[in-house]
């Protein structure tokens, strides 16, 4: 059984998710790949309807990334409002979308433990 509080994007509608939900919706994701931070994730592109779509009750204050700003080593926050309609509002998923950063442009090497 899946228990959802909404906010979930789903390419296909197999998971029976519920009303409220994206289904048999495209996410307009880059490939998984280092965008900052300690791991992987998969940018949104423009127009993703990813952005600015989640409900801002539910979203923590940073991204996956954490300390790892895709541009600078500050912190990448979900403070952005992703689609420049006046609504500061947090993205699905694990990448808050920038934009401002043209991210097919930038290349990232992945963070090491030491």
């Given at each position: 059984?899946?228990?959802?509080?909404?906010?979930?994007?789903?390419?296909?509608?197999?998971?029976?998710?519920?009303?409220?939900?994206?289904?048999?919706?495209?996410?307009?994701?880059?490939?998984?790949?280092?965008?900052?931070?300690?791991?992987?994730?998969?940018?949104?592109?423009p127009g993703s309807?990813?952005?600015?779509?989640?409900?801002?009750?539910y979203c923590g204050?940073?991204?996956?990334?954490?300390?790892?700003?895709?541009?600078?080593?500050?912190?990448?926050?979900?403070?952005?409002?992703?689609?420049?309609?006046?609504?500061?509002?947090?993205?699905?998923?694990?990448?808050?979308?920038?934009?401002?950063?043209?991210?097919?442009?930038?290349?990232?090497?992945?963070?090491?433990?030491?």
């Open positions: 059984t899946i228990t959802s509080n909404g906010n979930n994007l789903e390419s296909s509608n197999q998971c029976n998710l519920g009303a409220g939900e994206k289904v048999n919706t495209n996410p307009r994701l880059m490939a998984l790949t280092w965008n900052g931070g300690f791991s992987r994730t998969m940018a949104l592109l309807p990813a952005i600015d779509a989640a409900d801002n009750v204050y940073y991204d996956q990334r954490g300390f790892s700003g895709p541009l600078t080593s500050e912190i990448v926050s979900r403070n952005v409002d992703g689609d420049a309609n006046g609504s500061i509002i947090c993205d699905m998923g694990a990448f808050e979308y920038h934009p401002e950063i043209d991210y097919k442009a930038l290349v990232f090497l992945p963070l090491i433990k030491r």
